[in-house]
Nanobody, 129 residues
Framework: QVQLVESGGGLVQAGGSLRLSCAAS????????MGWFRQGPGKEREFVAI????????YYADSVKGRFTISRDNAKNMVYLQMSTLKPDDTAVYYC??????????????????????WGQGTQVTVSS
């Protein structure tokens, strides 16, 4: 089992920044690729970003590319999502998720929530216009 706890959400004005954190425990953190997803009001859960087990490979949704940065610290069992130039459309509950690193992230369907084995409880991000 892997336990994931997100933090760092809040209310921010459009154009502002936030950094989300996700603390992992339970299993060897570096054995997992880590993803961020979000779910806005009335919307399906959607992929935001993924980072591979070593931190050297990342992918982003087109909607956040150039504005969000995913990173991880395997020594601290943490994954982060730095969000900049936030827009009202970024308003959502943000979730981190863990996928066992059995294969390279370039070979998995990382945009599909069902690909991930473990999820946090989410943290709310609200961007006001």
């Amino acid at each position: 089992q892997v336990q994931l706890v997100e933090s760092g959400g809040g209310l921010v004005q459009a154009g502002g920044s936030l950094r989300l954190s996700c603390a992992a425990s339970g299993r060897t953190f570096s054995n997992y690729h880590m993803g961020w997803f979000r779910q806005g009001p009335g919307k399906e859960r959607e992929f935001v970003a993924i980072i591979n087990w070593s931190g050297y490979n990342t992918y982003y949704a087109d909607s956040v590319k150039g504005r969000f940065t995913i990173s991880r610290d395997n020594a601290k069992n943490m994954v982060y999502l730095q969000m900049s130039t936030l827009k009202p459309d970024d308003t959502a509950v943000y979730y981190c998720a863990a996928e066992p690193a059995r294969r390279s992230i370039s070979t998995i369907d990382y945009q599909r929530p069902a690909e991930y084995d473990y999820w946090g409880q989410g943290t709310q991000v609200t961007v006001s216009s």
